[in-house]
């Protein structure tokens, strides 16, 4: 269905719709039958023929290197279109049903340089534009950087797209991104995500943890058109012995009106998100509400109060771009001069420390939390740091949220739901209050770190990660566009058509979206995953390849967690608790986001691209030898191909940046292993001990 609808999109938008273009170049030129893929309602405001896309950094040899063609702007995107790209059907990378190889949001871009006779400057309304400019360089949120060459095109070309991209990529005004002018339907299949936005999901979250509805209860504003001002939504759990009369007039104290949310429960320990007093001195309405909280718990134990204050936003946003100078190199010389001091930069950016610091927060909160003590995140509007540490501490604590399903509930409720304020954080909006700071990318980073300690821990992997990062700036869909529910809303109200990104279907194709799911995940122990195949006695079982040891242990009282420990909650559910290294000399640089679109450090036929491909080729062929193991037909078997044996799988060979770089394999092939190993993680990983056949 999704696959259809798809195709049936891109048939549309061969039609062009009119334009409101100002041509700098005319026909006859030899990019006149390139042509860029519209959506409904984008329009070209300007294109420019004969321009060079030159790789970011090249080696000395190839300093030439670079391919023609024709750059457009929209109001939706910078498209660059070549003859190459056309004809390399048989490439094969992630491909966005939006976007094009070369394409990049508008949102996406945050700097633009204009140079001219080997002089950069930055391009703003304060500064002139040149029409002599030789080359643009413009620098994406996401890391990637972009540099066209004018050499070879008509005079005033490179000025006529840097006037367009200076008017239509910093819009002012929400309203004037173009998902307000995409009027697509939209065919909602989302499945098993809480979205909350309505009482239910929380009221199945609190049963979800196991939460007393004695203590807390759902708060519920009838009508989502009379929402109040501020950042809350309709609904989210307060304690249960507190009137809604009561709690509004306290929140009126408190900064943003933010007053205190329960989030998540264990055992008996809750975590609570709360923002601070806007009078300081006037502690009596806070200490009320402190013990509000207290009385919530069952042996009312008194919570512990984390202050997250100390890591500022501006701190944070300094660092994010200081580290993706690093990783943005605009020439072979800026590359080579950082590459022999890379640590010493590295270290400079304090991008790491950043991560060790929310890592050893949620920690210290998870540890409390296993020692049955409540614990109230604060800081500021308790929508910022708050997100990440309330997030991290759940994912430390909870197998479920390490689930692909699961972290969408988690992002869903923590920084969607309960209002991170994304338009200011990633600067969707250009106003004088924004204060860019990606708290959200700092977050996936810290998951991405706890990816790397526990690769079997997580149902998704790296590559998902990474396309989550990338989905912040498609402001097609609305769940990374907003400062709050209440600004959605009043979207929704203007005619926006809200599109969530849980919907990977609209995005991507199915042999896209396989490499979300980890080939080597193995779920906690609750029941068998999937029928076990009865072996004849002489089968030997397959042993758990690269598995860790798994040692059950009794519930912790106190101290640290061993690695992959498994504490029993009961005989119904099993809990993996995370113990994370926290420290820097732990820690890692995520090469796949940061430096993706450097090339010259990407390693060729290697990998964990490659190493994940061997995996999808094993279960493959698992799942093939276990049909055949039902069916007693062996035929099909791997071994048995075209009538000849082999003595292992065949695999194809992708680079270490795949699926975000292009592989030379076979793409039918490759995509009939993605495809193949896809419908074999449904039911479970062959690393996992609960879906090993068993010896009758």
Not at 74 to 102: H, M, P, R
Not at 413 to 429: D, M, Q
Not at 659 to 679: G, M, V, Y
Request: hydrophobic fraction near 35%; glycine fraction near 4%.
């Amino acid at each position: 269905m999704l696959k259809r609808l798809g195709s049936f999109r891109f048939r549309l938008c061969k039609e062009e719709p009119p334009t409101e273009r100002t041509d700098q170049d005319s026909g006859g030129d030899a990019d006149a039958s390139l042509k860029p893929k519209l959506l409904h309602g984008e329009l070209e405001v300007a294109r420019a023929t004969q321009v060079v896309l030159h790789p970011p950094v090249t080696n000395k040899n190839d300093s030439s290197a670079g391919k023609m063609g024709l750059l457009v702007v929209t109001n939706f995107k910078l498209s660059f279109i070549s003859v190459e790209d056309s004809q390399s059907a048989n490439f094969v990378y992630q491909e966005n049903i939006f976007l094009g190889k070369n394409d990049v949001t508008l949102s996406n871009i945050d700097l633009i340089y204009q140079v001219v006779d080997k002089k950069k400057k930055i391009v703003s309304p304060q500064v002139k534009i040149s029409s002599k400019i030789d080359y643009l360089l413009v620098i994406c949120k996401n890391f990637r950087m972009l540099r066209f060459g004018f050499k070879e095109s008509k005079a005033g070309s490179g000025k006529h797209i840097a006037d367009a991209l200076l008017r239509f990529a910093f819009p002012t005004q929400h309203n004037l991104i173009f998902s307000y002018r995409y009027k697509e339907k939209y065919y909602n299949t989302i499945r098993n995500v809480a979205m909350f936005n309505k009482k239910s999901d929380w009221v199945s979250e609190l049963h979800r943890c196991g939460a007393s509805t004695k203590d807390w209860r759902v708060l519920y504003i009838d009508g989502q058109q009379k929402l109040p001002d501020g950042s809350m939504p309709a609904s989210y759990v307060i304690p249960k012995d507190i009137t809604d009369e009561d709690y509004f007039q306290a929140a009126e104290t408190f900064c943003d009106k933010r007053n205190a949310v329960w989030v998540y429960q264990y055992e008996r320990a809750s975590l609570i998100r709360m923002a601070e007093l806007r009078d300081k001195t006037n502690s009596r309405v806070e200490n009320l509400v402190f013990e509000r909280v207290r009385a919530c718990h069952p042996t009312k134990r008194q919570p512990h109060i984390m202050d997250l204050t100390k890591p500022t936003l501006e701190a944070i946003g300094s660092s994010y771009r200081k580290l993706r100078q690093l990783c943005t190199p605009d020439s072979p010389k800026s590359f080579s001069d950082q590459d022999d001091k890379f640590l010493k930069h590295l270290e400079a950016s304090s991008w790491l420390l950043h991560v060790s610091h929310c890592l050893s927060y949620a920690q210290e909160v998870a540890e409390r939390m296993k020692n049955g003590e409540t614990v109230i995140l604060q800081e500021n509007e308790g929508r910022d740091m708050c997100c990440v540490i309330s997030s991290l501490t759940q994912i430390i604590l909870d197998a479920y949220v390490r689930t692909i399903n699961g972290f969408q509930s988690l992002v869903q409720k923590e920084w969607v739901a309960l209002g991170h304020p994304f338009s200011t954080r990633l600067g969707h909006v250009n106003s004088a209050d924004t204060e860019d700071c990606p708290l959200f990318l700092l977050f996936l980073d810290c998951t991405w770190q706890l990816l790397q300690q526990y690769p079997q821990d997580f149902e998704f992997t790296e590559t998902y990660l990474t396309t989550l990062w990338d989905a912040a700036f498609m402001p097609l869909f609305d769940t990374f566009q907003f400062n709050s529910e209440r600004e959605r809303l009043v979207a929704r109200n203007e005619g926006l058509i809200l599109r969530s990104v849980w919907d990977w279907g609209e995005q991507f194709a199915d042999k896209d979206i396989v490499y979300f799911s980890n080939p080597c995940y193995r779920r906690p122990v609750v029941e068998p995953s999937r029928r076990s195949v009865v072996l004849p006695a002489s089968a030997v079982p397959l042993p758990i390849i690269g598995a860790p040891d798994y040692h059950p242990v009794q519930p912790l009282t106190g101290g640290a967690c061993s690695r992959a420990s498994i504490m029993p909650v009961d005989s119904a559910d099993t809990r993996i608790i995370l113990s994370p290294q926290c420290s820097v000399k732990w820690l890692d640089i995520w090469v796949q986001c940061y430096y993706r679109w450097l090339p010259i450090v990407e390693i060729p036929n290697g990998g964990t691209p490659q190493v994940e491909l061997f995996h999808r080729v094993i279960l493959s062929n698992v799942s093939k030898l276990q049909q055949a193991l039902q069916t007693r037909d062996f035929d099909e078997l791997p071994q048995h191909q075209n009538g000849t044996e082999r003595t292992g799988p065949n695999l194809p060979a992708v680079n270490s940046f795949f699926p975000f770089s292009r592989t030379k394999s076979d793409s039918t092939e490759l995509t009939e292993i993605l495809i193949a190993s896809n419908h074999a993680l449904v039911d479970g990983s062959i690393f996992d001990a609960i879906s090993q056949a068993h010896i009758e």
